[in-house]
């Protein structure tokens, strides 16, 4: 793979667009991770308000279960659904209360 390059550009070899795809995705997870987090913990209020964040996170995860099962193996696919469940089961005690 570090010495095939794909018909897209001379430069790039299939390995640096392994790498990259990688990195690229991994940088997806963390950064919603941070994101919902940040909110979760310091601006709680405006993620109750927000439909719209509640949902993007929903139908992110969702997307990712996807991903996971057709590209990915087991123990990534294991991981996101659990924080699916863990998403869906915080939704289910906030809007149970309200």
């Known amino acids: 793979m570090m010495q ?3 018909r897209i550009s001379c430069e790039a070899t ?10 690229s995705h991994s940088m997806g997870l963390v ?3 941070l994101i919902y ?7 709680w209020d405006v993620l109750l308000r927000s439909h719209f964040l509640i949902g ?3 139908l992110w ?4 279960i996807l991903l996971t ?3 990915w193996f087991r123990i990534p696919l294991i991981g996101v659904s659990l924080a699916t469940l863990c998403y869906l089961a915080g939704l289910v005690g906030i809007f149970a209360r309200a």
């Open 56 to 58: 993007l996170g929903l």
């Open 14 to 23: 299939m390995w640096r667009v392994w790498i990259g795809i990688h990195v």
């Open 4 to 6: 095939v390059a794909p």
């Open 31 to 33: 950064l919603f991770g």
């Open 69 to 71: 099962q057709i590209y």
């Open 37 to 43: 987090r940040y909110l979760a913990l310091s601006r």
């Open 61 to 64: 995860l969702v997307g990712y």
